[in-house]
């Protein structure tokens, strides 16, 4: 279930959704609204949800005051590399106007992904208390957690794709939490989902399996397979995968507290950062299993740029 577009962008709604140079909104009936779910409903509820839709949007889970304060101890250190505009308040994420050294850049990030603050917030109580539930014993956070910023202006998007391609050295039943670090309303690109894409993940997925019996087992966990074009992803045409699979893209106004799971074999994407308030995008996503399910052994290290997963 989603609500439709129409009452999402009525009006002045001109704000064209674009992704790696194709726009989103210019056929409505292929764009929706995610629902949202309220946490309070029960972990039960909630994984028929996850079943049924590929994903839940959990509205409110973590306390937006935590979520807010972690974003400005990120942009506070990110500001030493000349990302943040001087004077402002981390928090706001407002961008400087000229783009910093990539290298200093990359090299703080790469220092924030292992610090105690950034775990803490990833392994934080209610979290790893609700996905002990959720997955039905005691919950794994993967060691290879990744935390992204999206300056507003570039023609940064994620192409289509969907996660188990990344992860095949362990089991399928990974989960994927993705937390908006900050509000993410539509206009600044936070992920879009492909309406019904779990299906179709699995699919491919078969597929996948019954084309490459006879490959190596290091072949058959690599991201750079045969039947995924470079980089591991689906599409970078998204417009043109919902019409070919007849269906709609999903995307959402999330707010700080919100947490998004979504199955490993959901097909999502995001769109380029539009804010006209010139903030950051920053968001991360962690994998959770079962830590009595098969392990993907590439996970265990450090999210590294450039490690080619």
């Known amino acids: 279930m989603s609500i439709p577009m129409q009452t999402m962008l009525s009006g002045e709604s ?26 309070g ?36 250190h990110m500001a030493k590399t000349g990302l943040i505009e001087e004077g402002t308040d981390p928090r706001d994420g407002i961008s400087f106007a000229s783009a910093p050294e990539s290298r200093d ?3 703080c990030l790469m220092s924030l992904v292992r610090s105690v603050a950034y775990e803490g917030f990833c392994a934080q109580p209610r979290l790893s208390r609700f996905m002990d539930e959720f997955l039905s ?22 192409p289509a794709h969907y996660d188990l391609v990344y992860l095949r050295g362990g089991t399928s039943r990974i989960v994927t939490a993705w937390i908006p670090i900050g509000d993410i309303p539509i206009e600044m690109g936070g992920l879009t989902y492909l309406e019904g894409s779990h299906a179709i993940g699995l699919d491919m997925e078969r597929e996948f399996g019954e084309k490459n019996r006879d490959l190596s087992p290091e072949e058959r966990v690599s991201a750079f397979n045969r039947n995924m074009t470079e980089g591991g992803w689906v599409s970078k045409d998204l417009p043109d995968m919902a019409e070919r699979f007849d269906t709609r893209w999903l995307v959402a106004d999330y707010e700080a507290g ?30 959770y299993q079962n830590v009595e399910d098969e392990i993907d052994a590439r996970w265990n290290n450090h999210w590294t740029l450039g490690d080619m997963l």
């Open 137 to 158: 014993g005691i919950s794994y956070l993967h060691k290879r957690k990744i935390m992204r910023h999206v300056r507003p202006g570039t023609t940064t998007a994620t």
């Open 14 to 39: 001109a704000l064209n959704l674009v992704a790696n140079g194709k726009v989103l909104s210019t056929a409505p009936h292929r764009l929706g609204y995610l629902t949202p779910t309220d946490p």
């Open 258 to 287: 919100d947490v998004m799971l979504h199955s490993p074999f959901m097909i999502h994407a995001s769109t380029t950062n539009q804010d006209g308030q010139q903030r950051l995008r920053l968001s991360t996503d962690i994998r």
């Open 41 to 76: 409903i029960g972990v039960e509820a909630i994984r028929r949800l996850y079943e049924q839709n590929g994903y839940v949007w959990l509205k409110g889970f973590l306390p937006r005051s935590d979520v807010i304060e972690f974003r400005g101890w990120v942009f506070g």
């Open 105 to 107: 850049v990359d090299r």
